[in-house]
Nanobody, 124 residues
Framework: EVQLVESGGGLAQAGGSLRLSCAAS????????IGWFRQAPGKEREGVSC????????YYLASVKGRFTISRDSAKNRVYLQMNSVKAEDTAVYYC?????????????????WGKGNLVTVSS
C-alpha cells in the first residue's frame, strides 16, 4: 500500500517561509509524478506543484511561481515544497499526491494516491 505522510505545515506570517515534506513509501515503480495540491475553504482542490521522477521536470501553479520550489530526494523517498514569501491566500490544506507514470496535467482527477493533508495557515 502506498503511503504519503506530510509534515512541516503550521502557522507562518505573511512574507515568511515554510517547508513542507512528504515521506513516500510502498510503491516500487520508477516512473511517477509526485507533488502537492491544496484546498482552501470553499474552493476546489488545485494543483500547486509537481516533479517528474524520470527527468525532474517541474510544474508550478502560476500564482506560486517564483515563491515556491519543489524538490525531491530519491534516496530518502521524500519530496519537499519550499514556500517563501507566503501570502494569506496560500492558507489551505496541502496534500501530497502521486500519479503513476507520466501525466499530461497536474489535476486531482488523475491522482492515484493521496496523503491525508497538512494545514498551512498564513497570518497577516
Amino acid at each position: 500500500e502506498v503511503q504519503l505522510v506530510e509534515s512541516g505545515g503550521g502557522l507562518a506570517q505573511a512574507g515568511g517561509s515554510l517547508r513542507l515534506s512528504c515521506a513516500a513509501s510502498g510503491f516500487y515503480f520508477d516512473d511517477y509524478v509526485i507533488g502537492w495540491f491544496r484546498q482552501a475553504p470553499g474552493k476546489e482542490r488545485e494543483g500547486v506543484s509537481c516533479i517528474n521522477s524520470i527527468d525532474n521536470s517541474t510544474y508550478y501553479l502560476a500564482s506560486v511561481k517564483g515563491r515556491f520550489t519543489i524538490s525531491r530526494d530519491s534516496a530518502k523517498n521524500r519530496v519537499y515544497l519550499q514556500m517563501n514569501s507566503v501570502k494569506a491566500e496560500d492558507t489551505a490544506v496541502y496534500y501530497c499526491a502521486v500519479t503513476r507514470g507520466a501525466t499530461p496535467s497536474w489535476a486531482a482527477a488523475g491522482v492515484d494516491y493521496w496523503g491525508k493533508g497538512n494545514l498551512v495557515t498564513v497570518s497577516s
